[in-house]
């Protein structure tokens, strides 16, 4: 029986699809702010998901190969690591457990008014 390695992820191919499906999901639900955030603007390269939403600063997604964690950069909650819970099929903080999508949902409705929660439609 194959082992499951940081995170569940059996193979280091398994934590990009995983990895990258969240990414892309990301941008996705924050690409709404568009027309409600000045300045806005998102842009995902090589792993790296960084969030410009004007005056409230930049957020940074990134993927983190090596550990198998995404890494989150933020000007409201600070640096935080996420790793995979297979049985919740979540990305959940390193220290305090909760989850990205989570407190990304928070810290978008303050500082856009927006609930990007409602529109999530699927889970990782």
Same mark, same amino acid.
């Given at each position: 029986?194959? #082992?499951?390695?940081?995170? $569940?992820?059996?193979?280091?191919?398994?934590?990009?699809?995983?990895?990258?499906?969240?990414?892309?999901?990301?941008?996705?639900?924050?690409?709404?702010?568009?027309?409600?955030?000045?300045?806005?603007?998102?842009?995902?390269?090589?792993?790296?998901?960084?969030? +410009?939403?004007?005056?409230?600063?930049?957020?940074?997604?990134?993927?983190?190969?090596?550990? #198998?964690?995404?890494?989150?950069?933020?000007?409201?909650? $600070?640096?935080? #690591?996420?790793?995979?819970?297979?049985?919740?099929?979540?990305?959940?903080?390193?220290?305090?457990?909760?989850? +990205?999508?989570?407190?990304?949902?928070?810290?978008?409705?303050?500082?856009?008014?927006?609930?990007?929660?409602?529109?999530?439609?699927?889970?990782?």
């Amino acid at each position: 029986m194959p #082992r499951e390695v940081d995170g $569940g992820f059996q193979t280091e191919r398994d934590f990009h699809v995983v990895a990258d499906a969240t990414l892309d999901e990301v941008q996705a639900l924050v690409d709404s702010l568009e027309d409600t955030v000045d300045d806005y603007e998102a842009n995902l390269s090589q792993g790296v998901l960084n969030i +410009l939403m004007g005056e409230h600063g930049t957020w940074v997604l990134n993927k983190q190969t090596p550990n #198998r964690q995404i890494w989150w950069s933020s000007p409201l909650s $600070g640096p935080m #690591r996420f790793e995979y819970d297979p049985s919740l099929k979540q990305w959940v903080a390193t220290r305090g457990r909760k989850q +990205l999508f989570t407190l990304l949902a928070e810290e978008v409705q303050k500082v856009a008014g927006v609930d990007i929660q409602a529109r999530r439609t699927t889970k990782h």
